[in-house]
């Protein structure tokens, strides 16, 4: 069982950054998938970035340039770096890992965290 606690979000304006965290807890599959989500009010939940199982990052095409992911694997913490954040970043902000047999390429088990509110206003 794997629990995931983000944290960081909180109240921040136009132009602003934050960063999140993701704090992974018990035992991890050292092959996995991790990544931060984001559902605003009366939207479907999205990617917004994430590592694949070969370490390659993924960015949704409205936050590149502006979020950087990265990992702490020493001590099981994801993070996203958010700069020049926009109203329409306003979310709550979940972290996602997916966890993989050695060898294999789908899934064995899927964990999400509570999230935590982003909101960007002036």
């Known amino acids: 069982q794997v629990q995931l606690v983000e944290s960081g979000g909180g109240l921040v304006q136009p132009g602003g950054s934050l960063r999140l965290s993701c704090a992974a807890s018990?035992?991890?599959?050292?092959?996995?998938?991790m990544g931060w989500y984001r559902q605003a009010p009366g939207k479907q939940r999205e990617l917004v970035a994430s590592?694949?199982?070969?370490?390659?990052?993924n960015y949704a095409d409205s936050v590149k340039g502006r979020f950087t992911i990265s990992r702490d694997n020493a001590n099981n913490t994801l993070y996203l770096r958010m700069n020049s954040l926009k109203p329409e970043d306003t979310a709550v902000y979940y972290c996602?890992?997916?966890?993989?047999?050695?060898?294999?390429?789908?899934?064995?088990?899927?964990?999400w965290g509570q999230g935590t509110q982003v909101t960007v206003s002036s």
């Open positions: 018990g035992s991890i599959f050292r092959r996995n998938a």
């Open positions: 996602r890992i997916q966890e993989y047999f050695s060898g294999t390429y789908t899934y064995t088990s899927d964990y």
């Open positions: 590592f694949s199982i070969f370490g390659s990052t």
